[in-house]
T-cell receptor
């Protein structure tokens, strides 16, 4: 158990809908990262937050947004969902924004029908 | 330039064999190279990592070999066990301002037969 928690574990929704994925980092970790894992794209970095501020952006679509709250938990919002958004979404955390080791949560499996 | 190329896509070995997974990168600014292990239904977990100033790092049965001039690194699993069956991802990390990003390889599905 990495200490990173993610909810929900599974999410099934329809095209065009909006969902929110939640992540709680390990105790003491200030940085949160979001990744998307799909069969054809592998593990793709989406976005990083450090102590409430956005630090880096990767391959994140404009339909997706994230934030990190004062209690350090983070939410990833996915809107206008498409079939291709079906994937595993992982959250990871690290001590600082520049620290090497990232600890991954168990993931949220999103299925868009 | 941000890509990390990983091979093979899948690998089957007998128990006790030494599977080798290879990765290559282009961006010389990468300064940290971790390997992650992922079991079905779980998130990736850090297995072992190396910095480019070291040519080899060993932790238990897992060894990373690093060739800076060739921009390649590989994972060797000694005396592999059925419990090692998992997907392995290499990654490369770059420090950009106050952020650090991981770029992952495409993954290798390892099966160790009993």
């Amino acid at each position: 158990d990495s200490g990173v928690t993610q909810t929900p574990k599974h999410l099934i929704t329809a095209t065009g809908q909006r969902v929110t994925l939640r992540c709680s980092p390990r105790s003491g970790d200030l940085s949160v990262y979001w990744y998307q894992q799909s069969l054809d794209q592998g593990l793709q970095f989406l976005i990083q937050y450090y102590n409430g501020e956005e630090r880096a952006k990767g391959n994140i679509l404009e339909r997706f947004s994230a934030q990190q709250f004062p209690d350090l938990h983070s939410e990833l919002n996915l809107s206008s969902l498409e079939l291709g958004d079906s994937a595993l979404y992982f959250c990871a955390s690290s001590v600082s924004g520049s620290y090497n080791e990232q600890f991954f949560g168990p993931g949220t499996r999103l299925t868009v029908l | 330039q941000q890509q990390v190329k990983q091979s093979p896509q899948s690998l089957i070995v007998q128990k006790g064999g030494i599977p080798i997974i290879n990765c290559a990168y282009e961006n010389t600014a990468f300064d940290y190279f971790p390997w992650y292990q992922q079991f079905p239904g779980k998130g990736p977990a850090l297995l072992i990592a190396i910095r480019p100033d070291v040519s080899e790092k060993k932790e238990g049965r897992f060894t990373i070999s690093f060739n800076k001039s060739a921009k390649q690194f590989s994972l060797h699993i000694m005396d592999s066990q059925p419990g090692d069956s998992a997907t392995y991802f290499c990654a490369a990390s770059i420090h950009s301002g106050s952020a650090r990003q991981l770029t992952f390889g495409s993954g290798t599905q390892l099966t160790v037969l009993p």
